[in-house]
């Protein structure tokens, strides 16, 4: 079916329990949806970023690069702005947290899968957004994963859910902010090497 644009406005959510192909337990999602323009609204003013409350509580954030888009000559810079000047107001006013990951999303791969002639250079491209990521925002997230997905194809290039079942497992991780961090043993050391010494025991001349 097709989807309608994500208006304008607060976040929807959407929750969804998952159950394993072995049945074994369940997990529960809740994915956080809001219009990519409010959330490009800070690149001009970071403030906003903080009454975005799912940036900071959530695991993982995903940002859409439009496949469409990325064939036009004229567009496919302005899809690299964007995600990079928001990605740097949400960083900038605290927005986001360095355990979380982030998802890179190629989306409708099968339009450009079907446009045979620029699907190359497309594909180049994205790859360069994701690496443009990757060098300015490594610090800042635990992980950074790419993926290409269609979703909803419009075209037979590609069938129903290309690419989600990797992402799905991504958006799935267990929470880096659970995970018990390692810390190294602390041996104490005297400060100087006689310290290391036990005293000689003296002789009885009694």
Known sequence: PKMERTPTGDATYFHLDLVAADNQGKRAALLANRS???????????SLANDYVELHRADVLTVLADGERLLDLGLRHQVKDD???????????GAT????????????LDAVLKDEAKTERALQFYEGIVQDVRDQFAEHFI??????????????KAVRGTGMVGLLSFWMSPPACLQPAKVP??????????????????????
């Open 143 to 156: 992980e950074i994963q790419s993926f290409q997905v269609a979703a909803s194809p419009q075209f037979a």
């Open 97 to 108: 947290r360095p355990w979380q990951r982030l998802a890179i999303v190629l989306t409708k």
């Open 185 to 206: 043993a602390v041996i104490s050391i005297a400060a100087r090497s006689f310290g290391r010494l036990r005293p000689r025991e003296r002789a009885d001349h009694g």
């Open 83 to 93: 995600i990079c000047l928001t990605l740097r107001a949400f960083q900038e006013t």
């Open 36 to 46: 990519g323009e409010d959330y490009m609204d800070a690149q001009s003013d970071p």
